[in-house]
């Protein structure tokens, strides 16, 4: 096994760790603001994991703001 098929499939791995987690978390006793940082940093994960390839054009963009309206959405819905 190359050593880049390695990785690719321990980051699969920890991608899938990581949705799954963004998906249970909730507020709990937490108050907002921890509960913001704990999602937050669920997000930074996500996003250094399954990055969104910067594109100049309008699709891209409009890509990038749908995903990031889905996290609004999200947050407010835990």
């Known amino acids: 096994m190359e050593l880049e098929e390695l990785f690719s499939q321990i980051n699969d791995a920890k991608l899938y ?10 507020q709990g006793v937490d108050d907002i603001a921890s509960y913001f940082t ?3 940093s669920l997000r930074d994960q ?3 994991l ?5 594109c100049p ?3 891209a963009k ?3 703001k749908r995903e990031q309206n889905q ?3 999200q947050f ?3």
Do not use: A, S, W, Y
């Not at 990581?18 to 998906?23: F, L």
């Open 38 to 40: 704990k999602v937050k």
């Open 57 to 59: 054009c309008c699709f």
């Open 46 to 48: 996500l996003d250094d």
């Open 62 to 64: 409009k890509m990038l």
């Open 50 to 54: 399954d990055e969104i390839p910067i």
């Open 17 to 26: 760790q990581v949705k799954k987690e963004i998906c249970t978390v909730n």
């Open 71 to 73: 996290k609004l959405l």
């Open 76 to 78: 407010l819905m835990r």
